[in-house]
């Protein structure tokens, strides 16, 4: 083997390697991607959030300032005010009161890369595998050269 292959093989697996930690490493392309996908999900759900919050504060205010919203909240609760009746139908059911959805729990999802071990592993293989494919194709040239060699004499 000249220096020449052996160079190249190394600067082939290198190149593997390389490539290997930019598309599918840890800090790579792909995770890249997974990590913009979870970005996305977790603004929507703060989003969501913050909705359930605001209405929320809206109806806690009303409910601490406006003397309408604290009466209707009463009536539903069965309360009456002085000079007022209270008739209750018996078949009719109160309206159910609004339950808010405090959200789905959002967790960060693992994300998947090629670890650093397996990239250097891979790589290894390639720089063994080009050597061997080298090694080969020389021994079968010199052999072949032998054979036509011998066959002139």
């Not at 290198?14 to 977790?42: D, F, H, P, S, T």
């Given at each position: ?7 190249l ?14 598309l ?5 392309l ?6 913009q ?31 309408d ?9 069965g ?19 609004t ?6 729990k ?40 032998t ?7």
């Amino acid at each position: 083997m000249n220096r020449f292959h052996f160079l190249l093989s190394i600067v082939v697996s290198v190149a593997v390697y390389v490539c290997i930690g930019i598309l599918w490493g840890r800090e790579g392309l792909w995770a890249y991607n997974q990590l913009q996908e979870q970005k996305v999900i977790l603004n929507m759900s703060a989003e969501r959030l913050q909705d359930i919050n605001l209405r929320l504060n809206a109806e806690y205010n009303a409910l601490q300032k406006d003397k309408d919203i604290i009466a209707a909240y009463a009536k539903k609760l069965g309360y009456v005010s002085k000079g007022e009746r209270l008739v209750k139908i018996t078949g009719i059911g109160n309206p159910p009161f609004t339950v808010y959805d405090a959200g789905t729990k959002t967790s960060r999802a693992e994300i998947i890369f090629i670890p650093e071990w397996a990239a250097k592993g891979i790589a290894l293989v390639v720089f063994i595998f080009y050597n061997l494919v080298y090694s080969v194709s020389v021994l079968v040239h010199r052999h072949a050269f032998t054979k036509v060699r011998s066959a002139q004499y």
